[in-house]
Nanobody, 125 residues
Framework: QVQLRESGGGSVQAGDSLRLSCAAS????????MGWFRQPPGKERGFVAH????????QYADSVKGRFTISRDNPSGTMFLQMNSLKAEDTATYYC??????????????????WGQGTQVTVSS
């Protein structure tokens, strides 16, 4: 069992940056591949990025490629999502998730057995 807690969300202007954090407790972060997902208002939750257990392999949704960076610090038990050049369409609730069955995470939500409660990001144009 691992507990995940996101932080760092907020309301910003288009073009601004935010850094989201996901803190793991209960089990070592290094036991999990990790991912970020987001749910815009009135839409389904979708994939944003994932990172392998070691951090060596990452993947991004096309919509955030070149603007967002996923990273992790296993000793501190924290994963990050650096979001630059934010756009109004990035407005969503952002969730971190943990996958204990794969080294690489992936973009399939059902592969992730643990989820945080979400943090809201609002980008005004």
């Amino acid at each position: 069992q691992v507990q995940l807690r996101e932080s760092g969300g907020g309301s910003v202007q288009a073009g601004d940056s935010l850094r989201l954090s996901c803190a793991a407790s209960g089990r070592a972060l290094g036991a999990f591949a990790m991912g970020w997902f987001r749910q815009p208002p009135g839409k389904e939750r979708g994939f944003v990025a994932h990172i392998s257990v070691s951090g060596a392999t990452v993947q991004y949704a096309d919509s955030v490629k070149g603007r967002f960076t996923i990273s992790r610090d296993n000793p501190s038990g924290t994963m990050f999502l650096q979001m630059n050049s934010l756009k109004a369409e990035d407005t969503a609730t952002y969730y971190c998730a943990a996958n204990e069955h794969s080294q690489y995470g992936g973009d399939w939500q059902r592969a992730y057995g643990y989820w945080g409660q979400g943090t809201q990001v609002t980008v005004s144009s």
